[in-house]
Structure formats: C-alpha cells, structure tokens
C-alpha cells in the first residue's frame, strides 16, 4: 500500500486546511485510516481515525470539533479537514492505514505510513 498526503501548508492562526490521502496498491476499501502528527521536538501523537465504510470516528481531544477525518472509497482517499487552526496544531501530518477496517488510536496498529506533509499555522 502506497500513501500519499497533499494539501498542507501555511495558514494563519483560524485558517483552515484540508489534506488529503491517496491511497494505491491496496484495497483501500477494507482498511481503516488514521492521521497522526509529529510536532518538532515532539513525539508522533494520534489526531483522527476512521473505519473502512467511515460509520465509526475517533478524534484526539486537542481537536474535537474542529477538525473532520472523511473518506471517499471509489476515489481511495481519506480527508482531514482542519478548521480554526492553532499555532499548536503545527506539525507533520501523516496518513497511515492498517488492512483490518477497525480504527484504532495507536500507531503500532498501522502498518502503512505516507511520507506526510507539513502544516504550519502563523500568527
């Protein structure tokens, strides 16, 4: 499975974003998906995750409410769209994916990582 993120970059505090993950050489269909972060300084930490048919979402608390983890199967891509930015939410974004549809909040439970993107909001 090859993941592919996109869609990062520099936004102003309040700003939104919205990755995207495409997916390749899998059944994109039948995997759940998570986004993690990796902050300078800082360890990788979870931000979202959704199941393959995308009825089931997690979010870290850091997050809730402002962003949203979304999938569209026919097109093998996961979403996150990030809104109301915090200059906290400067990080490396990746996408993972793990081949049993359940999502899962730990990373060890991915067995696909892309090679992320940066996201970085300004003041």
């Known amino acids: 499975v090859q993941l592919v993120e996109s869609g990062g970059g520099l936004v102003q505090a309040g700003g939104s974003l919205r990755l995207s993950c495409a997916a390749s050489r899998g059944t994109f269909s039948s995997y759940a998906m998570g986004w993690f972060r990796q902050a300078p300084g800082k360890e990788r930490e979870f931000v979202s995750a959704?199941?393959?048919?995308?009825?089931?979402?997690y979010y870290a608390d850091s997050v809730k409410g402002r962003f949203t983890i979304s999938r569209e199967n026919i097109k093998s891509t996961v979403y996150l769209q990030m809104n109301s930015l915090k200059l906290d939410d400067t990080a490396v974004y990746y996408c993972?994916?793990?081949?049993?549809?359940?999502?899962?909040?730990?990373?060890?439970?991915?067995?696909?990582w892309g090679q992320g993107t940066q996201v970085t909001v300004s003041s």
């Open positions: 993972a994916a793990r081949t049993s549809g359940v999502p899962l909040t730990t990373e060890g439970a991915y067995a696909y």
């Open positions: 959704i199941s393959w048919s995308g009825g089931t979402t």
